[in-house]
């Protein structure tokens, strides 16, 4: 059950941010960057499908392009590593940050795999006012199945003034946190230096999609 929340979680993150939109998305406001990302996203989830079937790693381009511009992957790792990241070094820290970047984008493409037919509605919300933290929620619709409602945790930059996400929450599950749960202890036991090794041969391995 919670691979499956996890993998959701990865797929509705990468239809909420797309690049796509970076030039006309208006990033002064999360309420409405996602909802516009999230239209043009599936656009090109649907769009890309013949791609997708013939060489399933172009679900990593999509991630790639559609969904890195709009997460704070730097705030995100930090978060991962805690207050471990008083142990690390500068070159340790980055090397975490590419390895665990593209860690995400592979759990995020293989979510997408089987996904191309939803439609999100965001729903409307309070502006965040002095708040650098705010939650964006949203249902995902499918014809003939239940409604799932998520919630989308963004931060905003304070001398750009973007927002950016960094977690998303699912039947009271957080993906940041599971990542936490799942690496934190690794590196503790381990050593960061270990860890950025295995994430590194795990990113390396091709995508396959699952029947």
Do not use: C
Not at 24 to 31: H, I, K, Q, V
Not at 93 to 103: C, I, P
Not at 190 to 211: F, M, T, Y
């Amino acid at each position: 059950m919670f691979k499956k929340i996890a993998l959701l979680l990865g797929l509705i993150t990468s239809m909420l941010f797309s690049a796509a939109t970076l030039a006309a998305a208006n990033t002064s406001d999360p309420y409405a960057l996602v909802d516009q990302a999230a239209q043009q996203t599936f656009a090109r989830l649907k769009s890309d499908q013949a791609q997708v079937k013939s060489n399933p790693d172009h679900l990593r381009v999509i991630i790639r392009e559609e969904l890195l511009p709009y997460v704070d992957n730097r705030f995100a790792a930090y978060k991962v590593l805690g207050n471990q990241i008083k142990e690390t070094t500068p070159a340790q820290r980055d090397a975490f940050v590419e390895v665990f970047t593209e860690y995400m984008v592979s759990s995020y493409a293989d979510a997408l795999a089987h996904f191309d037919k939803q439609t999100v509605k965001v729903q409307p919300g309070k502006a965040p006012g002095d708040s650098n933290i705010t939650a964006v929620n949203v249902s995902v619709k499918e014809a003939g199945k239940p409604d799932i409602f998520l919630e989308f945790k963004l931060r905003k930059n304070n001398k750009t003034g973007e927002w950016k996400a960094f977690d998303m929450v699912a039947e009271g599950i957080s993906l940041l946190s599971a990542k936490q749960n799942e690496l934190g202890g690794l590196i503790r036991q381990n050593g960061i230096d270990a860890v950025i090794a295995q994430l590194r041969e795990h990113n390396a391995k091709p995508l396959v999609i699952k029947s």
